[in-house]
Every structure is written in structure tokens, then in C-alpha cells.
């Protein structure tokens, strides 16, 4: 069987609001002006597909959030969004492997936050066979030929994967191209959904 992994909220946690937190800090933006005009927009997209630079990406949201921030300003909160390691599914992942069977990460993610979290978290990257991210083929969740993109280059037919993600669209998504799919709304999610197939 192939088991797919989200990585943000179900692997690792991550918290936007620390991103705000810190140009708030560098800004002195208040905080809940940040909160009021962040959304993952048009700009936010093609960063995840590799479309537009980081310092491209940053200028664009400094520009829409009204903060005046140094690149490395802007990257020192952008990597603040990663809290922790959800310990029992990393276990669970590896314990997959043992198993035999096949554990990937689907990510939609960016060039800035790849060159940080696989330092920070090796072990992320030692419990998977491999790490499939937006921003390296060009697609993103929702979209559908990114679900088949990791279909096919894994040799697998939809009943025999199931994805993982705590986003409502990008299960929907998978769930139409005939993939097991579970929305992951805390910690205790992928556990519980394991501990109901013994």
C-alpha cells in the first residue's frame, strides 16, 4: 500500500500566526492588522509552484500586508511557522516502512521553507521513501494531475493509496480520483484512523 503525508498539521504542526508574530515584532505592525489582511492569494500559489521567487513572494505580500521588511527579516518570520514534530505519526510512518509498505510526503510547499525544515527535522526525512513537493513539479493540491502525478510515478492505481491532510479541498480532491482519503483535524487523527484498522 502507498501512504501519503501531508506534511504541515499532519506531520510537523505549523502555526501562521508566529509568522505574523514576527513581522508584527519587526514591523511594529500590530498583530491583528497582519491577521486581518494575510490569505493564501494568487501570489502564495505560484510561490508554491515554483511560478515566482522567494524575494518575488516577499516583496509581493510585504506590498499587500502594508509592512516595510528586509528580505531577511521576511524570511526569519517565514520560517517561524513550524512549531513541533508530531512524534506518534512519525512513528507511525516509520513503522509503515517496516512493514513494507510505501510512505510518501505530498507537500505544497516553497523553496524558503525546504531550505529550512529538513535541517531542523532530519527524522521528517528519514521516515519517508520519498518527498513529493509543489514547488519541485509545478502542481499544487487541489489540483487533480498532482494526485496523479505521485500515482504514476509510484506505480500504484488510486485503491491502493491513502492520503492524509488536514485541508477539507485537497481531500475532496483525492477522494474524486478514487483515493482513500482522511482529514487530519488534530494530532490524535492519524493514530485513532490506524488504531481502527487492528
Not at 498532482?146 to 488536514?166: K, M, P, S
Not at 475532496?172 to 487523527?189: F, H, N, Q, Y
Request: charged share 25%.
Amino acid at each position: 500500500m502507498l501512504y501519503i503525508f501531508d506534511l504541515g498539521n499532519v506531520i510537523i504542526d505549523i502555526d501562521f500566526n508566529r509568522v505574523l508574530g514576527v513581522w508584527s515584532d519587526f514591523s511594529r505592525v500590530p498583530l491583528a492588522s497582519l491577521q486581518g489582511h494575510f490569505q493564501m492569494d494568487e501570489a502564495f500559489e505560484q510561490h508554491e509552484r515554483g511560478e515566482i521567487s522567494d524575494e518575488d513572494f516577499a516583496l509581493a505580500l510585504c506590498e499587500k500586508l502594508e509592512i516595510a521588511l528586509s528580505y531577511e527579516q521576511f524570511a526569519a518570520g517565514w520560517q517561524a511557522v513550524f512549531v513541533d514534530v508530531r512524534p506518534e505519526t512519525l512513528a507511525l510512518m516509520n513503522r509503515l516502512r517496516l512493514e513494507g509498505h510505501r510512505v510518501v510526503i505530498l507537500s505544497n510547499t516553497n523553496k524558503l521553507h525546504c531550505a529550512f525544515w529538513p535541517t531542523q527535522y532530519p527524522d521528517v526525512q528519514q521516515a519517508a521513501d520519498k518527498i513529493y513537493l509543489s514547488q519541485e513539479i509545478g502542481m499544487r493540491k487541489p489540483e487533480a494531475r498532482i494526485y496523479q502525478h505521485v500515482l504514476d510515478a509510484e506505480g500504484v492505481t488510486a485503491d491502493q493509496a491513502v492520503f492524509f491532510d488536514d485541508n477539507p479541498e485537497n481531500i475532496e480532491a483525492a477522494r474524486a480520483l478514487g483515493i482513500e482519503s482522511v482529514l487530519v483535524t488534530d494530532s490524535k487523527t492519524v493514530p485513532n484512523w490506524f488504531a481502527g484498522l487492528q
